[in-house]
């Protein structure tokens, strides 16, 4: 028989991955009613404290993975890097949501890389890199100025050496541990934007606003909603956004970055097809949140209107910043929330804070 594609409230939904997104996920589907079992190698996870049940388990223990596909509806995940074997094996029962293709995809800075420009999406130029001599051809394209990036794993800045004009080659071939990468051309940005989309069983796709994403130590530090660009271009990155979801065919959500050049050129970075840091505000800015708006697309639900209510700026709370929860949650006006992280270790995300003001947009 073919699993249900609408899950009802009360059913469960099985999620990869226990960190905060995972959490924030399962706080919001306990809002409609649904129960969340959490699926992760760690012990002590963000998520699992807040969901009905866990698993604690490696994502290759085939039997941990059939005892949690007998006891959930539906799957999702809250970070890209799930083996394909594991997606495979719960694919066989249930309904995976969004499937193996956009994760597929977002697991992989050239494959990003090759679909995005295949559907004429410009990206920064970039080049394959598998060896030394590869950068040095590379370089000698795209010039000495940008970022070498490992192809996988990597996430907040992690693998990636940005290479100046007098930067060594091997120095920064060594620095992003001698694998398979990608060579970019350095994007002199005017700000950097993202937008989340949520995609639902009808295929029918509803953006968030776009949030302007400023970094600091190669991650996410705050994010600003309305993002300080022209109306043209905001219109520009959330069809760019929902053609990416149409094209990956997701069911669930799908985040893409964005760099906006000074001549006001939308290139798209990367993308997360998940909840995003980028679209924490919507849990205070706007009637439904990125996670309610997940659990919907994933449960087969209708997806709720994304419309903001107010302008947003919101601070990521990174290691010993949650040192500061007296005064913060002292602040009548600041939103809090924390992740419940046993540890606040340097470039460690434990929670975030919001603050609202009356829309001006
Ligand atoms: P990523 O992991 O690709 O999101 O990169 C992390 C951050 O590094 C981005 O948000 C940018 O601030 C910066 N960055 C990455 N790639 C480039 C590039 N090609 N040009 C300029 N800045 C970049």
């Not at 990416?244 to 097809?273: K, Q, Y």
């Amino acid at each position: 028989m073919a699993p249900p594609r609408i899950i009802a409230p009360s059913g469960t939904i099985g999620i990869l991955g226990g960190g905060q997104l995972g959490r924030m996920a399962a706080l919001a589907a306990a809002e409609l009613g649904y129960d969340c079992h959490i699926f992760t190698p760690e012990d002590d996870s963000p998520a699992a404290r807040v969901a009905a049940s866990a698993t604690v388990a490696a994502y290759d223990d085939a039997d941990a993975l059939a005892r949690f596909a007998g006891a959930v509806d539906v799957v999702t995940f809250e970070f890209e890097n799930i083996p394909f074997e594991t997606v495979q094996m719960l694919e066989k029962t249930l309904p995976v949501r969004p499937g193996w293709e956009p994760l597929r995809v977002a697991q992989d800075r050239r494959e990003e890389k090759r679909f995005l420009n295949g559907q004429g999406i410009p990206t920064a130029p970039w080049v394959n890199v598998e060896s030394l001599a590869d950068l040095e051809a590379a370089v000698g394209e795209i010039g000495h100025n940008g970022v070498l990036k490992s192809a996988r794993h990597g996430y907040d800045g992690k693998g990636q050496a940005r290479i100046k004009p007098d930067t060594p080659l091997a120095e920064a071939w060594s620095e992003v541990g001698e694998e398979a990468a990608v060579f970019e051309g350095f994007v002199d940005f005017a700000c950097e934007i993202a937008v989340v989309v949520a995609r639902g069983i009808d295929r029918s796709a509803r953006a968030f606003d776009v949030t302007e994403t400023v970094q600091a130590n190669h991650m996410l530090d705050r994010a600003l909603v309305p993002a300080r660009i022209a109306p043209a271009i905001a219109v520009a990155a959330r069809e760019t956004s929902i053609a990416i979801a149409d094209a990956l065919d997701v069911v669930g959500l799908i985040t893409v970055e964005m760099f906006v050049t000074r001549d006001d050129e939308v290139l798209v970075n990367e993308m997360a097809p998940r909840p995003h840091n980028s679209g924490h505000w919507t849990q205070d800015g706007c009637v439904v949140s990125q996670f309610q708006q997940f659990v919907r697309a994933v449960a087969g639900l209708p997806l709720a209107d994304p419309a903001r209510h107010a302008d947003i700026v919101m601070k990521n709370l990174v290691g010993d910043d949650v040192a500061d929860w007296k005064t913060l949650t002292a602040d009548p006006a600041a939103c809090v929330h924390l992740y419940g992280k046993r540890e606040a270790r340097p470039g460690r995300k434990m929670g975030h804070v919001t603050w609202l003001k009356p829309k001006t947009d």
